[in-house]
Structure formats: structure tokens, C-alpha cells
């Protein structure tokens, strides 16, 4: 029967992943695990299946007319730097652009049309992707976290603002928000939901329409820019912010900075680590394209929340 890495991990006494680091050429692998790595392959006779490291062609699709193209943006940054960290070659490929010389694809916002005869890792469209590898932010939990929080902080009137038009980032932001709230069975009556675009005057109107009647406590919004129109049309009504309302948006932000300090500033928002997205879909598609058996897998990468001053119980409620 043919060797197999699994084979080669349990001679050289390492796991599965310390054997595709050394075939990555992974520095951060002592010595002496990459001797007993190499001595097991060359006893085993292992050949891998897939051309490692610089002879790895990696194939990059981003969606061209979606509204999240900070998201999407940020996602190809992580990708490309997480590729230049193992060493491999990225190519960004249109929607209709040729595969043929690719040993693995991700794509961005969308799934593939068809059938691909190498691994694919989807990224930021959690529920698009049935039988393909996917990588996506956690928002459902934390959404919920985010809803529960709101609650127990005394706001009663909630809203939702998200984006308009078919874009698989912000509409999941509103699937997971919806699901937030329905979970807490927090009363249909006290719940609105409202689209618009960023930075129109279209918007601001939605906006002042859903202020005006409904009379939020509290705004969560699908992006920055979407709190960003919030916050001006407040400030047009003369609404005192978070006396009035509180604001929570949505950014990203790299690993690092997932739960920041709330004493750097004073916003509140969901912090989504859009670079954990980008190199989590390289490490999945490497692994795929050098193990035996590259059988679809899912990462949900966590999010935090950033509780600035926004987010306070308003006054007549106190």
C-alpha cells in the first residue's frame, strides 16, 4: 500500500502537521523534527501528492460589484501576505478567468459556478458554500453576545441597519442579528430593520424615517460607514449620543486588535479580524492540496466585541 503522511507522522513520532511543515519548508520546525521527518520519508518511499511551497500555484477571486469591498479588500491582503510568509505563488484571477494551471483556488464573497478538480476554500459567505471548505467570521455568536449585553444594559427598542443589495457579508451580518434576537425572544413589536446605502442621501432619509417613528435606544449597524450615517442623522435630530441612542457598528480589524481596550476609544462596535480570514483560507488550502484526503473542512473565526461609550443605557431609562 502507498506510504501516506500519517504513515510518515507516526514513524518520525510528529503529528500530521509538523510533516506538512517540513514539506512546506517551515523554519519554525527544530532541526531535529525535520531530520526524523525527512529520515521517515526517504525510509517510507512517501511521495506527496501536491508540489509544495514555491511550485504551488494559488488562485485568488474577488467579487467585483458586492458593497463590503473593505471586507473583501482586507481578506486579499491576508491572503497575499500569508502566501509570501510560506512562499507560495498567489495569482487574483477574474470570476470567468482560466484555472487550469491552479493546484488550489479561494475564493472571496462567493462560491465557485462549477466543479473544480482541486481543493477550494470559500471565505465570508458561510452559508453559500455546502461541500467546500469555508472560512468565516463567528458573527452568530457574537451577535448574540452583543444582543444579550444590550438587554441586560436596559435598551428596549432595538434596530438593525445593514446595506442594501445581495452581498453575502452583510447579509449574513442581518441573518446573524435577526437570529440574536429571535433566540432572546425579545418582543417582535420592539425590533426594526432597516437598508440603506452608504453615505447617500437615500440613506440618511431611511435612517431619520427609522429614528423618527420607531425611536430606537440602541442601533447596531452592519459597517462602520453604516454607524457613520447613524451618527450624523442623530446629530441632525439633535438626538444625544448615548443619552439618546447608542451606537454599536461593525469593523475590521487584524488579529491582534480583536478585543481591544475600551479605554483607546470611545466607539462600540463588532471587531470582525478580516486577517485572520485571509491566512486561516491559505493554511486550510495548503493542508488540502498536501494531504491525502482533502475532504472539505470549516473554520469559524472568532470576533469581539469593542464596548466604547456609545454603548451606555440611555438616561430615561436609568
Request: net charge neutral; glycine share 8%.
Amino acid at each position: 500500500m502507498k506510504p501516506t503522511m500519517d504513515d510518515v507522522a507516526r514513524v518520525a513520532k510528529v503529528s500530521r502537521a509538523t510533516v506538512s511543515r517540513v514539506l512546506r519548508g517551515d523554519v519554525s520546525v527544530t532541526s531535529a523534527k525535520q531530520r526524523r521527518v525527512r529520515n521517515a520519508i526517504e525510509e517510507l518511499g512517501y511521495q506527496p501528492l501536491k508540489q509544495f511551497k514555491g511550485q504551488l500555484r494559488v488562485g485568488l477571486q474577488l467579487p467585483s460589484d458586492l458593497k463590503a469591498q473593505a471586507y473583501y479588500r482586507g481578506v486579499a491582503e491576508a491572503v497575499l501576505e500569508e502566501a509570501r510568509r510560506i512562499g507560495c505563488s498567489v495569482s487574483t484571477i477574474g470570476r470567468d478567468g482560466s484555472t487550469n494551471s491552479l493546484s488550489g483556488l479561494i475564493c472571496v464573497g462567493h462560491s465557485p459556478q462549477q466543479k473544480l478538480g482541486f481543493p477550494v476554500v470559500v471565505v465570508g459567505c458561510r452559508s453559500h458554500a455546502a461541500g467546500l471548505s469555508a472560512v468565516s467570521a463567528d458573527e452568530r455568536r457574537v451577535y448574540a453576545e452583543l444582543v444579550s449585553a444590550l438587554r441586560e444594559r436596559g435598551h428596549e427598542r432595538i434596530a438593525f441597519v445593514s446595506g442594501v443589495g445581495e452581498d453575502p457579508v452583510l447579509e449574513e451580518r442581518l441573518r446573524a442579528f435577526k437570529l440574536a434576537v429571535y433566540a432572546a425572544r425579545h418582543p417582535v413589536s420592539q425590533l426594526a430593520f432597516v437598508q440603506c446605502e452608504d453615505f447617500q442621501e437615500g440613506g440618511e432619509t431611511a435612517v431619520r424615517k427609522l429614528l423618527v417613528s420607531f425611536q430606537p435606544t440602541v442601533v447596531a449597524a452592519a459597517s462602520d460607514e453604516l454607524a457613520d450615517v447613524v451618527s450624523r442623522t442623530a446629530a441632525e435630530l439633535e438626538l444625544i449620543i448615548p443619552s439618546d441612542l447608542a451606537i454599536i457598528g461593525c469593523r475590521l480589524v487584524s488579529g491582534s486588535q480583536k478585543s481591544p481596550s475600551a479605554d483607546t476609544d470611545a466607539a462600540s462596535y463588532i471587531a470582525v479580524p478580516v486577517s485572520s480570514l485571509g491566512s486561516w483560507a491559505v493554511r486550510i488550502l495548503l493542508g488540502m492540496a498536501e494531504g491525502d484526503n482533502p475532504a472539505p473542512l470549516r473554520a469559524l473565526v472568532s470576533c469581539g466585541i469593542h464596548w466604547g461609550s456609545l454603548a451606555d443605557k440611555p438616561q430615561s431609562e436609568v
